[in-house]
DNA sequence: ATACAACATGGAGTCCGCTCCAAGTCAAGC
DNA sequence: GCTTGACTTGGAGCGGACTCCATGTTGTAT
């Protein structure tokens, strides 16, 4: 697969995916002779495991370091787990915290349909 | 409320609270006869509610319009409704996104203990 | 043959949202 | 009277994660 393609089936540029590719977050992709990436299904597999995970908020620093674990063998597993498991518990406590602001959101858009739907234009308690 | 009780209690450092006023994301906060500021409960609702809005990932920009939207007054009601509308969307939209990560993390951390318990440490098909 | 688009590279620049700094003021305690 | 600590200001600096740029090479279509 081309850069073209990886980045149109996963949503992410080309130049994230060389940047990903400069910082060693995925391996050096194959070129064909020509010196053009030619993105194996190993690639893609990590590719969208990484997008997955950006895109929940995990810091690139972290998953430099598990991908390194990766690479490392199957001895790691225990810290690449590890590493797994928090992550887990910061998105469950993201997840509260934005169910709390949706919730909070939610009052204050009835709130305003409330307002709407009776004519009364006074400025209701909350901001 | 001094700074450093506002910032203890909302969690937000003064430095930051200090550029919330700067950048004009809240009004200009009242000052006692030697210029300290002195936060009154309107601004303590608009921080709260800031904080809130900024941990759930509205940009700084759109809180901008939002609160200067609420200056102008009652008849701007409307987009300020459209605005938390459109915030609401977004997190409803990252909530789905969070929730199969966490589906992948789980499977990811079943499967790591899975191999653990059956001792066999070759590799399964997850990276 | 020439033009074009898609790629490559190394390195610089950008954006967001703070965070830190230097220099100064002030109130309270010793 | 002096030190200490919490505050003030304007402005510079920073970290993370890209994003853009200049320059160069290729393969393909006209």
């Given at each position: 697969?081309?850069?073209?393609?990886?980045?149109?089936?996963?949503?992410?540029?080309?130049?994230?995916?060389?940047?990903?590719?400069?910082?060693?977050?995925?391996?050096?992709?194959?070129?064909?002779?020509?010196?053009?990436?030619?993105?194996?299904?190993?690639?893609?597999?990590?590719?969208?495991?990484?997008?997955?995970?950006?895109?929940?908020?995990?810091?690139?620093?972290?998953?430099?370091?598990?991908?390194?674990?990766?690479?490392?063998?199957?001895?790691?597993?225990?810290?690449?787990?590890?590493?797994?498991?928090?992550?887990?518990?910061?998105?469950?406590?993201?997840?509260?915290?934005?169910?709390?602001?949706?919730?909070?959101?939610?009052d204050k858009i009835a709130c305003f349909k409330e307002k709407e739907k009776s004519k009364k234009r006074q400025a209701c308690g909350c901001i």
């Amino acid at each position: 697969m081309t850069i073209s393609e990886v980045s149109e089936q996963y949503g992410l540029t080309a130049d994230t995916l060389r940047y990903y590719e400069k910082i060693g977050l995925i391996p050096r992709v194959e070129r064909k002779k020509n010196g053009v990436r030619d993105y194996q299904e190993e690639d893609c597999k990590q590719i969208a495991f990484i997008k997955c995970m950006r895109s929940a908020g995990m810091p690139v620093e972290t998953l430099l370091r598990y991908m390194s674990l990766i690479r490392q063998g199957e001895e790691t597993s225990k810290e690449r787990m590890g590493l797994l498991v928090e992550q887990q518990e910061i998105l469950l406590k993201k997840r509260q915290e934005m169910d709390d602001t949706l919730k909070r959101l939610e009052d204050k858009i009835a709130c305003f349909k409330e307002k709407e739907k009776s004519k009364k234009r006074q400025a209701c308690g909350c901001i």
